[in-house]
């Protein structure tokens, strides 16, 4: 096939690293146009492809590699060519979106809600890649390397995936007003990028929050345009047919017309890339404390979210951590998940300083793994 002279485009959807790589490269030596959706073999072998398709004049179309039908790669490549982007944060992929969301509605634990997501289709057999971040990263990597005209290696990514997320930390984050999403961050230090993917507690008035099921989110920061914020499905088969469709059709068209490979729109790959921050911003770092207003005394432990937006709260003068509080901190219409029945009397005060142990134990131990999600936009309350 790559022999034959009657062909100007090769689709190739085979996934994983061989041979599909030597299949990209042969068809681009070969004086052949290229789309993919192999988002693994472009983030890990992103600067010899475009140095390929540069040196043989030809074009490689990938957007169906990143986020199913939403059209991110064109926004970046065309509609915000006037921008310097300043930073890109989402939830990128369908398979632990799809996880999540149905823990936070269905108070069910991670393997149960992987079952269901195997079951609908928005899970392979072998999830890993989906839940260890792996596949979150691939998509960062090439959205990175894309706006910001530099190879971004899977290395310089921190990576983390939900697999240590428990319906405990999806139960105490959403009573204390987050959700639980997989972001995908990067954002611009001017010398150097801050690159991360891992669980983020969200506030519930963000727009991401309400991102469910297998459906992406991205919002891109440039610095004419603001924010611009994309969404739609991420996976699913016809999702990444619409938009590997959507490249043959507009390639299809500059073969046409006599133009394919004559004005280069590739990448840029000249630019030295730049050195990937691993340290957290300080203010990203701040984790989730977001605790009762009858338990002020937990908020110098565990930091507000209000507090990362200038407003600290203080300790009530008198109050010590070992003090019983008040019952009205915990009454019969606010038991615990596990619970059954309505409390009475001194039954009711028992479970008010028991509950109030296993909060502070599991804020501790659980919700403190995960950064609070930055942004002050976008109905972020």
Same mark, same amino acid.
């Given at each position: 096939?790559?022999?034959?002279?009657?062909?100007?485009?090769?689709?190739?959807?085979?996934?994983?690293? =061989?041979?599909?790589?030597?299949?990209?490269?042969? /068809?681009? *030596?070969? &004086?052949?146009?290229?789309?993919?959706?192999?988002? @693994? $073999?472009?983030?890990?072998?992103?600067?010899?492809?475009?140095?390929?398709?540069?040196?043989?004049?030809?074009?490689?179309?990938?957007?169906?590699?990143?986020?199913?039908?939403?059209?991110?790669?064109?926004?970046?490549?065309?509609?915000?060519?006037?921008?310097?982007?300043?930073?890109?944060?989402?939830?990128?992929?369908?398979?632990?979106?799809?996880?999540?969301?149905?823990?936070?509605?269905?108070?069910?634990?991670?393997?149960?809600?992987?079952?269901?997501?195997?079951?609908?289709?928005?899970?392979?057999?072998?999830?890993?890649?989906?839940?260890?971040?792996?596949?979150?990263?691939?998509?960062?990597?090439?959205?990175?390397?894309?706006?910001?005209?530099?190879?971004?290696?899977?290395?310089?990514?921190?990576?983390?995936?939900?697999? =240590?997320?428990?319906?405990?930390?999806?139960?105490? /984050?959403? *009573?204390? &007003?987050?959700?639980?999403?997989?972001?995908?961050? @990067? $954002?611009?230090?001017?010398?150097?990028?801050?690159?991360?993917?891992?669980?983020?507690?969200?506030?519930?008035?963000?727009?991401?929050?309400?991102?469910?099921?297998?459906?992406?989110?991205?919002?891109?920061?440039?610095?004419?345009?603001?924010?611009?914020?994309?969404?739609?499905?991420?996976?699913?088969?016809?999702?990444?047919?619409?938009?590997?469709?959507?490249?043959?059709?507009?390639?299809?068209?500059?073969?046409?017309?006599?133009?394919?490979?004559?004005?280069?729109?590739?990448?840029?790959?000249?630019?030295?890339?730049?050195?990937?921050?691993?340290?957290?911003?300080?203010?990203?770092?701040?984790?989730?404390?977001?605790?009762?207003?009858?338990?002020?005394?937990?908020?110098?432990?565990?930091?507000?979210?209000?507090?990362?937006?200038?407003?600290?709260?203080?300790?009530?003068?008198?109050?010590?951590?070992?003090?019983?509080?008040?019952?009205?901190?915990?009454?019969?219409?606010?038991?615990?998940?596990?619970?059954?029945?309505?409390?009475?009397?001194?039954?009711?005060?028992?479970?008010?300083?028991?509950?109030?142990?296993?909060?502070?134990?599991?804020?501790?131990?659980?919700?403190?793994?995960?950064?609070?999600?930055?942004?002050?936009?976008?109905?972020?309350?």
């Amino acid at each position: 096939m790559l022999a034959r002279r009657d062909i100007d485009i090769i689709v190739e959807l085979m996934g994983g690293y =061989e041979p599909a790589r030597t299949v990209i490269l042969e /068809a681009l *030596k070969s &004086g052949k146009n290229v789309i993919t959706a192999n988002k @693994a $073999v472009l983030a890990k072998h992103w600067d010899e492809i475009f140095t390929t398709a540069r040196k043989y004049s030809r074009l490689v179309y990938f957007e169906a590699s990143v986020c199913g039908a939403i059209p991110v790669i064109q926004v970046l490549n065309d509609g915000l060519a006037a921008n310097r982007i300043e930073k890109i944060s989402g939830i990128l992929n369908g398979t632990t979106n799809y996880i999540l969301s149905e823990m936070t509605r269905e108070n069910i634990n991670f393997s149960t809600a992987l079952a269901r997501a195997q079951r609908s289709g928005f899970a392979e057999a072998d999830p890993s890649f989906d839940i260890e971040g792996i596949d979150t990263a691939n998509k960062l990597a090439i959205l990175s390397s894309l706006a910001w005209g530099a190879w971004v290696k899977l290395p310089d990514i921190r990576t983390r995936g939900i697999e =240590e997320v428990s319906s405990d930390d999806v139960y105490f /984050a959403k *009573k204390f &007003g987050y959700v639980i999403k997989l972001l995908g961050t @990067a $954002v611009s230090h001017g010398d150097g990028l801050e690159l991360s993917v891992e669980p983020c507690l969200i506030p519930s008035k963000h727009t991401f929050a309400n991102v469910e099921k297998e459906y992406n989110a991205i919002l891109v920061h440039g610095d004419a345009a603001g924010d611009i914020m994309l969404y739609g499905k991420g996976a699913g088969q016809m999702a990444a047919a619409s938009a590997v469709v959507s490249d043959i059709i507009s390639l299809s068209r500059e073969v046409a017309n006599g133009t394919a490979g004559r004005y280069l729109i590739l990448p840029s790959i000249r630019q030295k890339p730049r050195k990937s921050s691993t340290t957290r911003n300080a203010k990203a770092r701040i984790t989730c404390g977001s605790l009762l207003l009858t338990n002020p005394g937990y908020s110098r432990r565990y930091p507000a979210y209000s507090e990362i937006r200038g407003f600290h709260s203080e300790r009530i003068p008198g109050r010590a951590h070992s003090q019983t509080p008040p019952r009205r901190a915990y009454n019969n219409a606010d038991p615990p998940h596990h619970s059954r029945g309505r409390l009475k009397g001194a039954q009711a005060y028992r479970f008010a300083r028991h509950h109030q142990g296993q909060e502070r134990q599991v804020q501790d131990r659980k919700l403190k793994k995960f950064p609070v999600y930055v942004n002050h936009g976008l109905n972020c309350g």
